[in-house]
């Protein structure tokens, strides 16, 4: 029972037996298990009928009963191992103990403290949701409230602040270190699932970007770290009829340098799993982060495993344009209006981030080191290929020797990120067996 939603269907109706129930048909509610100051993110699905409670943990069955505010349930799994709730609702809230077997000591039991927050999962066909940030989360973390509740299908538009925590208006909302827009709650979206992410629009919402001149530390020669005074901000200025961008207030050998825009979100994310500790929104990993990844653009679409219930999606860092390993450490950082939907895919494997455009299929591979990224990048695809293909590692490693395109993403961060991609054009006479793509 490591991830649940709460689902309750068929209204509890008053009963002579006792007073009628708190709860409200169909309801969804998002629980959290105090575990020694861990939160674990639970799911459950239970029907009311009358007072009795029966429904699902997972593959866990539940029993129990529902008497005006106060929840009691068991959830028993194969083994007969039980799970203990007792809680209370009020006011949309629900907030009891529950009771899990010792992790050390055989027999034992332990109490924990359970909160839930009662979700409206969307209803009907999928539609256009627009949601207007007020605040914004430094990680990627499953402990924050859904920010707003979407379905697969689902058109979301909504916007992003810059790295600095500066909105299209030029006001400071929230701090620096990439502060991103969410999380999103995806109905339906369960650990082990792997969320499609559907970048369907990417538009400039303002007329600066800022960045630095100068060289990230791994771009960065002996020869060049001795040039001073590298490292200041620069201004650039944002011609959104037009497309391009150009120094605002350039030096002499740049007075004519104008570059065509091409909006990218550097940081799209999920919440890490159970066990791991929220991760900063400048960290990157098999969740996503801020993977600055330059193919991730308007018509792209990013998949990613799911760790939580719901996924939690977050996303931001938006760039007007950044260069391959983005190594003036800031790309034209700006904020955007964005517009994406999900799709759920079945679970399988994702030992990284992967990224579909119109003309390739690419694997970001994040470490420490370069050397390593590569490494991530080469297992990645060829999973991706024996996964959609059935093709042998022999067989892939033939395919990549002939086909494969690495690039820098990011050196910028505090691991680097090495893309691998391969032209869809090349792998257009092979049979696929499964596919996890558009």
């Given at each position: 029972?490591?991830?649940?939603?709460?689902?309750?269907?068929?209204?509890?109706?008053?009963?002579?037996?006792?007073?009628?129930?708190?709860?409200?048909?169909?309801?969804?509610?998002?629980?959290?298990?105090?575990?020694?100051?861990?939160?674990?993110?639970?799911?459950?699905?239970?029907?009311?009928?009358?007072?009795?409670?029966?429904?699902?943990?997972?593959?866990?069955?539940?029993?129990?009963?529902?008497?005006?505010?106060?929840?009691?349930?068991?959830?028993?799994?194969?083994?007969?191992?039980?799970?203990?709730?007792?809680?209370?609702?009020?006011?949309?809230?629900?907030?009891?103990?529950?009771?899990?077997?010792?992790?050390?000591?055989?027999?034992?039991?332990?109490?924990?403290?359970?909160?839930?927050?009662?979700?409206?999962?969307?209803?009907?066909?999928?539609?256009?949701?627009?949601?207007?940030?007020?605040?914004?989360?430094?990680?990627?973390?499953?402990?924050?409230?859904?920010?707003m509740v979407i379905q697969p299908g689902d058109v979301v538009a909504t916007?992003?602040?810059?790295?600095?925590?500066?909105?299209?208006?030029?006001?400071?909302?929230?701090?620096?270190?990439?502060?991103?827009?969410?999380?999103?709650?995806?109905?339906?979206?369960?650990?082990?699932?792997?969320?499609?992410?559907?970048?369907?629009?990417?538009?400039?919402?303002?007329?600066?970007?800022?960045?630095?001149?100068?060289?990230?530390?791994?771009?960065?020669?002996?020869?060049?770290?001795?040039?001073p005074d590298l490292g200041a901000r620069v201004r650039w200025r944002l011609?959104?009829?037009?497309?391009?961008?150009?120094?605002?207030?350039?030096?002499?050998?740049?007075?004519?340098?104008?570059?065509?825009?091409?909006?990218?979100?550097?940081?799209?994310?999920?919440?890490?799993?159970?066990?791991?500790?929220?991760?900063?929104?400048?960290?990157?990993?098999?969740?996503?982060?801020?993977?600055?990844?330059?193919?991730?653009?308007?018509?792209?679409?990013?998949?990613?495993?799911?760790?939580?219930?719901?996924?939690?999606?977050?996303?931001?860092?938006?760039?007007?344009?950044?260069?391959?390993?983005?190594?003036?450490?800031?790309?034209?950082?700006?904020?955007?209006?964005?517009?994406?939907?999900?799709?759920?895919?079945?679970?399988?494997?994702?030992?990284?981030?992967?990224?579909?455009?119109?003309?390739?299929?690419?694997?970001?591979?994040?470490?420490?080191?370069?050397?390593?990224?590569?490494?991530?990048?080469?297992?990645?695809?060829?999973?991706?290929?024996?996964?959609?293909?059935?093709?042998?590692?022999?067989?892939?490693?033939?395919?990549?020797?002939?086909?494969?395109?690495?690039?820098?993403?990011?050196?910028?961060?505090?691991?680097?990120?090495?893309?691998?991609?391969?032209?869809?054009?090349?792998?257009?006479?092979?049979?696929?067996?499964?596919?996890?793509?558009?």
């Amino acid at each position: 029972m490591r991830h649940l939603i709460l689902g309750l269907a068929a209204a509890a109706v008053s009963s002579a037996l006792g007073a009628p129930s708190a709860l409200a048909a169909p309801e969804t509610w998002l629980l959290s298990v105090d575990r020694w100051g861990n939160a674990e993110h639970a799911a459950l699905t239970l029907e009311a009928s009358g007072h009795v409670l029966t429904g699902r943990l997972d593959d866990w069955t539940i029993s129990g009963r529902t008497d005006g505010e106060r929840l009691t349930f068991t959830a028993t799994d194969g083994d007969g191992d039980v799970r203990r709730f007792e809680a209370t609702v009020r006011n949309g809230v629900l907030t009891g103990t529950a009771d899990y077997e010792d992790t050390s000591n055989t027999g034992a039991r332990v109490r924990h403290a359970v909160t839930g927050l009662r979700l409206v999962l969307p209803d009907g066909p999928p539609t256009r949701r627009t949601y207007d940030p007020q605040t914004f989360s430094n990680t990627f973390t499953a402990d924050l409230a859904p920010a707003m509740v979407i379905q697969p299908g689902d058109v979301v538009a909504t916007r992003t602040i810059d790295s600095g925590g500066v909105d299209a208006q030029g006001r400071t909302v929230a701090l620096y270190g990439n502060p991103q827009t969410g999380p999103f709650f995806v109905a339906g979206a369960e650990a082990g699932d792997v969320l499609a992410i559907h970048i369907r629009k990417l538009s400039l919402n303002r007329d600066w970007a800022d960045s630095l001149d100068g060289f990230s530390g791994r771009a960065l020669s002996q020869g060049l770290a001795r040039v001073p005074d590298l490292g200041a901000r620069v201004r650039w200025r944002l011609d959104r009829a037009a497309g391009t961008a150009r120094l605002d207030n350039p030096p002499e050998g740049l007075k004519d340098y104008v570059v065509p825009v091409r909006p990218m979100l550097g940081g799209l994310g999920v919440a890490p799993d159970f066990g791991f500790p929220a991760q900063s929104a400048g960290d990157t990993g098999r969740h996503g982060g801020n993977m600055d990844l330059n193919a991730i653009g308007e018509g792209a679409t990013v998949y990613l495993p799911v760790f939580q219930p719901g996924a939690m999606l977050f996303l931001g860092d938006g760039h007007a344009l950044q260069g391959d390993g983005e190594t003036t450490q800031w790309a034209l950082e700006t904020s955007l209006d964005v517009e994406f939907s999900v799709e759920i895919l079945p679970s399988r494997p994702l030992s990284a981030p992967r990224v579909e455009t119109a003309d390739r299929i690419t694997v970001l591979g994040q470490a420490p080191s370069l050397d390593e990224a590569v490494r991530a990048a080469t297992g990645g695809m060829v999973q991706w290929l024996q996964q959609d293909y059935g093709l042998t590692v022999s067989e892939a490693s033939m395919i990549l020797g002939t086909a494969a395109e690495y690039r820098v993403a990011t050196l910028a961060g505090r691991n680097a990120g090495l893309s691998l991609s391969l032209d869809k054009g090349r792998l257009a006479g092979l049979k696929r067996v499964q596919s996890s793509s558009r």
